[in-house]
Every structure is written in structure tokens, then in C-alpha cells.
């Protein structure tokens, strides 16, 4: 059975966490992953045999870029050998694991001086938890100098930041009470003072819960993991005190919605602060492997399935980044790019290679410990579909998915530098789709304090093209949605000048179906030439293929690969690729201006894979109707979309091939979803028990209960 989940939405609030699966048909195959541990090791060891050779006589490992031990480089590396021994892995690297130890735990007992960059909140975990996987593979006496330099008080090891940066001390002083290091009662105490006190306050409110490390303007969807993913480590390590409960309600809420957050091939959210960065792909798979567990601990096999799948897409997208170069084997980029990391694309002055390598293998490893039970996967509902949200004003950032297909579109604009980055820029600034290379998508915008690129309206004053992502400071905007069905997604989004600023209005109409998405962009005021601009993806370090044609642009990095094209719609429409490329967090984008003689500007954005229709195929077969279009990528009738490999949204009949004689009939409208074989319905489900009849049979269909059709 192929499955999947999908939300229906009635209000413009969201609420991923108080709902319980529901769709469980796919509109595009799917099968599980199968990703093992064995995979998880195996990256682990690539990771330390690299770092290895960067350890000097001391123990420390020294950064070749940075020329110098940087922050927790050094404990993390010793983590991930102290795994890989304890699994009876690389036995030869036992003596770097030890000789890093050594380091790391001398440096913490000598207090907050004697750590690099004073980083002292990130030794407290990873040092405590190391000392069980060392204890039986060296002298007892060097173990147990190990353990008594873990009884430092945090007061004399901590820098004392109240973002993310405490709730490390957290979990970590909770690991040292459970392994008799600290007191207890000290330990809950500083716990309950530090959520009281100021953690709770950042965390979002209702629905989302997710957490603010408010370091950026708009704020980090990348760091808000590892603020959340803490306390999430500190609830699953089972902490009671008093606020536990609101802690675990918090972050378990909080976790099971970034499924939804999630592309469908494993990538996270980009926006705010440090994203486009590959540890954070394993922060979020260790939530998920958090969250697979404690699901199926409580009997929720349908959800404890989704977060395993999940936590092996992102697994399975960092992938993408290990590095093949002589003398990086085994290692991973620190940003999702394949240039040369001195030029330091995408960097925050805190990325350097060895702390961000170091922090990947060790959360894979604290996932490969998480990771207990055979869970049988479940597709992510972010491979399925339907829904369209925004979270709060400081995220400032929308999502929408129809069977799939998946939008992230920014709202706000970064104004002013932070970290030495604009990391958000306003606009569409992912399109992906399971199964597809989600780098071409693009997978993010660009701004570089001048000029920006993403998917937006663009327009001439004073003779000079400005695009919206050029203009943080004067633009903003509105988002809303029309109707959200499993497979049919409308939503909008109205670019307006900020108060105090004035400028056009442009409104964008969206409709996502599993092939691609429509946008139609329309000036609701101002005057003077405009169009739309579409971001096309150059060079990610490897030069990609792009191509510029009659009313279509497109990239790939292999002919006969995957190719993410943009396709202008309208007759007489022109493309201009003329403008300088822009680097962003991950790439070189060139901003590709495409206008047109009337007054709607309709683009469709066509993620295609090997085996779907062509490009040109899919513009020359393109028809506007009465009630939607037909193109050879798919059909839209009304709510109704047929494609390749199913049907589905809201209606009470579905006319496969137009003739008038519907293969499936229901009693009353209902959201459904269908799977096509060959143009024929092998599988149904709907939202409400309705009677139907499916290719001449007569059937009786139970809510979200999918029907096999012989």
C-alpha cells in the first residue's frame, strides 16, 4: 500500500500537531528508504578518520582553514571515535578518540579560559556523554581523570549567552546529575530557572511552538533545531521537574511540525541566520529519530514511521555534500555548495571546517544511538501534501505543499546585516518536489545587501529594473490561501509597500498541483513597465547547464538529468538573462527577467524529472479552459487535478479522459485522492464515508481508510 498524509486546512491557523494522520495514498509512487545503520557509521567513520589526520600531539584538533583548534571541534570528534569503538568500529582510531578526550576534558577542567573561543556550553554534553563509551576501552585510571574533570561547576566553564547557547547547559547538566557528577537538586533548580526565566519566552506561540534564537531579523528557522532540539534531548533524557511537562508538550508539538517544514527530499527550512548549512540537516534528523522513538513507544505507528522516513531524508540529503576531493575524503561541505571553502560561500564568521564537520558526526552519532527500534517508514507528509501556512511575524515565512509539490516563500526581507550575511530575502524562494533534485529549485534566494533574486515581481523606476528582493527596507508581503485539497493547493501572495514607503502593489495567485506551479502575477497598482523574475541556478560551485529559449529558462546539471524550467505561459511574453549572476548561501542565481504585453504575467515553475515531458512539450500542449488548463504535464478541472500517477482534490466525480463518463462517482463532494495505473484507478480514499462507484463497481468508502481497486 502506498501511503500518505494530508492536512485540510478551514482557517488560516494551521495546527499540524492536533492532527492525526489521515490521507495515506501517495501521488507519486513512493517507497521506503530503507536507510540502515550500517549507512550511519559509515559516514560517522569518514568523518573521524578525515579529522584524525588534523589532531596534533596535544589532542586537539586544528582547523585547516582556521589554523587553530576552533571551539568544540575537538569533543566532537571524540564523541564520534568513542561511538564507533563502542560499536566495535575502527578500532584504530581508539588512540585519537583517547588522545582528544585528554584534551578536551583538561580544557574544561581548567574552566571557561582554557576552552577554545570560550565555548564551554558545548563541551558539557558531548564530554559527559563520551565517558560511557570509553569506559571499558581504556586504563580505568584515565577514565575516572576524565570523569572527576566533569564535576567542573558550569559558573566556571560557561560564556553565559541566553540564546540556544543555555539550553545546551541544560541538557548537558542534566546528563551530569544522571551520571552522578552534579547535584540533583542544584541541577533542577538551575533547569527550572533558566525555562522560567527566559527559555520559555522563546518559545512561538500556539500552533507552532517552534523555538526564537532571535540572532537574525527575520529569525533562524536553522538555529531554532538546536534551541529546540535541546530541550527536546533534555525531555526525552527524562527530565521531571517541575516544568517537564510543559517542556515535553513544548518541544514534542513543536518537532511534529516541522515534518510539514521539511522538503520532500529531506532538506530543512532555508531562512534567518546560518541556514543553507549541512549539520543542520542532521539536527533535524536527530529530532525525528528522537520523535520515531517516543512515537512508537506510545503505540503511534503511523506517526513514529513518518519521523523514521523523515529523519532518513535528511540523512539521505546531506549526502549530497560529502566531499570526494583528495585529502577531504569522508568529510562534508560546510555550506550546500561544492566551492572551494576558503572562499567561505555562505559562512558565518562561527563556520569553520572542523566545528561544523564536527558537530554533523557528532549528532549522527547521538542519532545512531537514539535509533533502537525497527520502525516500519511511512512517507513524511511532506512527500503528500496539502496544506499552506505562515508562521509568525519573526519567521516571517509561508509554506504550501500539494501532493508534494512544496513552496517556501519568505515574507519580510533581511534589512541589515547579521553574522555576514543577508540570509532571508523577500520572495518564492524554494520550489521542490519528492523525488527531484531540490538544489535546482532553486533551493533559496539571494541578496547581497544591493541586489536580490528570488521568484517575484519586478518593475522599472526611474529607469532602472529593481526586483523585490532588492528591497527589504520598502516591501513586504501579505499571505493568504484560497482552497487546500491533498492534491490542489490556491494561495497568494500581494506585495505591498512597508508604512511610510510607497511603491506598485503586485498580487501573485498560486495554484500547486503535484507537476508544478501556476503562478499568475498581476499589478494592483502603480504604473510603468514590470514582470516577474525567475531565479535560475548557474554554478554551485560545479557549473551547472543552464539554458535561455523562447519564453523558457532552465538549468541542470547533467543533460537527460533533472531540470527545474520555468515556462511563460502567455504569448508575446520576453526573457531577459542579461544580468549579473548573484552568489547566494549555495550558488550563483542569475535573475532572468521575463515580461509581458498584457496585464497577467503566468509562469508555470516545472520541476521535471527523467521520464516526464519535455519542457517545450509541456508549453506547446499548455491550454487555458474554462475551468483550469490541460497541458501534458497534467490537468486541472475545477478542483480536480489528473496526472500520470493519480487524481485527486475536491469534487464527486473524476472524468479521466474527458469523455463524459466519469470512472469514479461519489455520493457527495469530497476531498479524494486516487491512484492511476495506466489511466486506471487502482486505489481511492476520501475524507468522509461516501458510497461510490469506481469503474462500474459499487463500493462503500470509510474515511481516510484507502481502497485497493482489483
Same mark, same amino acid.
Given at each position: ?11 488560516? +491557523? ?8 489521515? %490521507? ?31 589532531? *596534533? ?10 589554523? +587553530? ?32 578526550? &585528554? ?18 556550553? %558545548? ?5 559527559? $556523554?563520551? #565517558? ?27 560564556? $553565559? ?28 533548580? %538551575? ?42 534531548? #533534555? ?10 511537562? &510543559?517542556?515535553? !508538550? ?16 529531506? /532538506? ?10 549541512? =549539520? ?15 512515537? =512508537?513507544?506510545? $503505540? ?11 529523519? @532518513?531524508? +535528511? ?13 577531504? &575524503? ?21 563556520? /569553520?571546517?572542523?566545528?561544523? *564537520? ?42 504550501? *505543499?500539494?501532493?508534494?509539490? @512544496? ?57 532602472? =529594473? ?20 491533498? #492534491? ?18 503586485? !498580487? ?85 527577467? @521575463? ?26 500542449? =499548455? ?5 483550469? %488548463? ?61 458510497? +461510490? ?18
Amino acid at each position: 500500500m502506498i501511503r500518505f498524509v494530508s492536512i485540510l486546512l478551514l482557517t488560516t +491557523a494551521f495546527c499540524p500537531a492536533q492532527m492525526e494522520p489521515q %490521507f495515506h495514498l501517495t501521488a507519486r509512487p513512493w517507497k521506503p528508504l530503507g536507510i540502515t545503520t550500517d549507512a550511519y557509521l559509515h559516514a560517522i567513520e569518514g568523518e573521524a578518520r578525515y579529522t584524525a589526520k588534523l589532531q *596534533n600531539a596535544a589532542g586537539a584538533i586544528i582547523d585547516p582553514y582556521f589554523k +587553530a583548534e576552533h571551539q568544540y571541534a575537538t569533543p566532537y570528534f571524540a564523541y564520534a571515535v568513542g561511538t564507533l569503538v563502542d560499536e566495535a568500529r575502527a578500532a584504530d582510531l581508539l588512540p585519537y578518540g583517547a588522545k582528544a578526550m &585528554e584534551h578536551a576534558t583538561g580544557c574544561f577542567g581548567r574552566g571557561r579560559s582554557a576552552i577554545p573561543e570560550q565555548h564551554g556550553e %558545548f563541551f558539557i554534553a558531548v564530554l559527559t $556523554g563520551a #565517558l560511557p563509551l570509553y569506559e571499558k576501552h581504556v586504563p580505568r585510571d584515565q577514565w575516572l581523570r576524565w570523569r572527576d574533570r566533569m564535576r567542573t561547576p558550569s559558573a566556571q566553564v560557561i560564556r $553565559g549567552n541566553k540564546n540556544n547557547w543555555e539550553t545546551y547547559v541544560l541538557k548537558g547538566d542534566w546528563m551530569r546529575q544522571q551520571a552522578g557528577l552534579i547535584p540533583r537538586q542544584d541541577t533542577v533548580g %538551575f533547569i527550572e530557572a533558566a525555562w522560567k526565566g527566559g527559555q520559555a519566552k522563546r518559545i512561538a506561540a500556539a500552533p507552532y511552538y517552534l523555538y526564537h534564537d532571535l540572532t537574525s531579523d527575520p529569525d533562524t528557522l536553522s538555529v531554532e533545531a538546536v534551541g529546540r532540539g535541546n530541550l527536546l534531548a #533534555l525531555s526525552a533524557l527524562g527530565y521531571d521537574g517541575p516544568s517537564a511537562a &510543559e517542556i515535553r !508538550r513544548i518541544v514534542e508539538t513543536a518537532t511534529t511540525n516541522t515534518l510539514w517544514l521539511q522538503d520532500p527530499t529531506g /532538506q530543512v527550512p532555508t531562512n534567518g541566520r546560518t541556514d543553507n548549512h549541512v =549539520w543542520v540537516e542532521i539536527g533535524y534528523q536527530l529530532c525525528f529519530e528522537v520523535m520515531a522513538e517516543v512515537a =512508537w513507544k506510545r $503505540g503511534d505507528r503511523e506517526r513514529a514511521g513518518q519521523f523514521r522516513h523523515a529523519a @532518513m531524508l +535528511a540523512f539521505q540529503s546531506a549526502q549530497r555534500w560529502r566531499r570526494t576531493q583528495r585529502g577531504f &575524503e569522508g568529510s562534508y561541505s560546510v555550506t550546500k555548495n561544492h566551492f572551494d571553502p576558503a572562499l567561505r560561500v555562505g559562512f558565518q564568521p562561527a563556520s /569553520q571546517y572542523t566545528n561544523y *564537520n564536527g558537530s554533523l558526526m557528532f549528532h549522527l552519532s547521538e542519532a545512531l544511538h537514539t535509533r533502537q527500534t525497527g520502525i516500519p517508514e511511512r512517507p513524511s507528509p511532506s512527500e503528500i501534501g496539502g496544506y499552506a501556512f505562515a508562521l509568525d511575524e519573526q519567521f516571517a515565512t509561508a509554506f504550501a *505543499n500539494a501532493g508534494g509539490m @512544496m513552496i517556501q516563500a519568505n515574507l519580510r526581507g533581511q534589512e541589515n546585516m547579521t553574522h555576514a550575511n543577508y540570509w532571508s530575502p523577500l520572495g518564492i524562494v524554494r520550489f521542490a518536489r519528492p523525488g527531484w533534485d531540490t538544489r535546482l529549485g532553486p533551493s533559496d534566494g539571494a541578496f547581497d545587501g544591493e541586489r536580490g533574486v528570488t521568484f517575484a515581481p519586478a518593475f522599472e523606476e526611474s529607469g532602472r =529594473w529593481l526586483r523585490m528582493a532588492d528591497l527589504p527596507s520598502r516591501f513586504q508581503a501579505d499571505w493568504d490561501f484560497q482552497f487546500v485539497s491533498p #492534491l490542489v493547493v490556491r494561495c497568494s501572495l500581494t506585495y505591498r509597500p512597508k508604512q511610510g514607503h510607497s511603491g506598485p502593489i503586485f !498580487r501573485n495567485e498560486l495554484t500547486i498541483t503535484p507537476s508544478g506551479v501556476l503562478s499568475a502575477v498581476r499589478r494592483v497598482s502603480g504604473e510603468g513597465a514590470w514582470g516577474v523574475t525567475w531565479p535560475v541556478l548557474e554554478s554551485d560551485g560545479t557549473p551547472l547547464r543552464p539554458r535561455y529559449e523562447d519564453r523558457l529558462a532552465g538549468t541542470g546539471y547533467s543533460a537527460g538529468g533533472d531540470e527545474e524550467v520555468f515556462l511563460a505561459l502567455d504569448e508575446g511574453a520576453r526573457i531577459q538573462h542579461g544580468e549579473p549572476l548573484i552568489r547566494s548561501t549555495y550558488g550563483d542565481l542569475r535573475p532572468v527577467l @521575463m515580461t509581458v504585453p498584457g496585464e497577467v504575467s503566468r509562469t508555470f515553475v516545472y520541476p521535471r524529472a527523467p521520464g516526464d515531458p519535455a519542457a517545450a512539450d509541456v508549453l506547446a500542449s =499548455w491550454r487555458f479552459t474554462q475551468d483550469g %488548463f490541460t497541458s501534458s504535464a497534467g490537468t486541472l478541472r475545477n478542483d480536480v487535478w489528473i496526472g500520470k500517477t493519480a487524481a485527486g482534490g475536491r469534487g464527486d466525480t473524476l472524468d479521466l479522459d474527458g469523455d463524459g463518463q466519469p470512472e469514479l462517482r461519489l455520493s457527495a463532494p469530497r476531498n479524494f485522492v486516487v491512484q492511476l495505473s495506466q489511466r486506471r484507478i487502482t486505489a481511492v480514499e476520501v475524507d468522509a464515508g461516501v458510497s +461510490a462507484v469506481v469503474g462500474g463497481k459499487s463500493v462503500n468508502l470509510a474515511k481516510y481508510v484507502p481502497m485497493e481497486i482489483p
